[in-house]
């Protein structure tokens, strides 16, 4: 077998995920229905979030952008977390949510940056930085984000924190956010 038949014969993987040969591709692998329906928001945080990334889209693969649905019962949560691959841009669609973020370690490190969103509105939170949103309202909320990666990741901070597999040294915790072991216990077994 000639060399270069050889090679091009293999599979190219581009940022973790197989590109398809362009001979095969259709308008499906650019495409996906769904984000009218509101996502399951029957859990303890009162959220859903309803990826449209390249887990979703196979075209998105290499283009550097995704988005997102989220839906917000009243009191609905979505907890502190970070996207390490990507900054996100949220809009408001329906109802009204309070978020933030928290800038990283340093001098002026830490700084908490607050707003009370209603319909229209938008904010950014950058890459990397643990953010949150919250519904204060009494009715539903819709947002809808942009992110700039396929493949953004999320880390929920307190899963993270506290419901690893295996467990983080109650040492550890204990000492980390100046509590004791029966403490960090507790909020173990909540994960």
């Known amino acids: 077998m000639n060399f270069m038949k050889f ?18 591709v259709k308008a499906d692998d650019f495409s996906l229905s769904g984000l009218d329906m509101p996502g399951d928001t029957g859990n303890k945080l009162g959220f859903n979030v309803t990826p ?29 977390h970070t996207h390490p691959l990507a900054t996100e841009i949220l809009t408001v669609v329906e109802g009204q949510l309070f978020v933030g973020f928290v800038t990283s370690n340093g001098e002026d490190g830490n700084r908490l940056f607050t707003k009370m969103l209603k319909k229209g ?18 009715t539903n909320t819709v947002a809808i984000g942009a992110l700039s990666s396929q493949n953004p990741g999320t880390i929920t901070i307190a899963d993270a924190v506290f419901g690893s597999n295996p467990l983080i040294s109650d040492d550890v915790l204990a000492k980390a956010f100046h509590v004791d072991k029966k403490t960090v216990d507790w909020l173990q077994a909540q994960f």
């Open 121 to 138: 509105d938008v904010f950014v939170f950058p890459q990397g930085l643990i953010h949150f949103q919250f519904n204060p309202g009494y």
């Open 7 to 24: 090679f091009f014969k293999q599979v190219v993987l581009v940022n973790g995920f197989v590109c398809k040969d362009p001979k095969v």
């Open 52 to 80: 449209a990334n390249v887990n979703q889209i196979p075209g998105l693969n290499t283009l550097g952008i995704s988005m997102v649905r989220i839906d917000y019962v009243p009191k609905g949560l979505h907890p502190p």
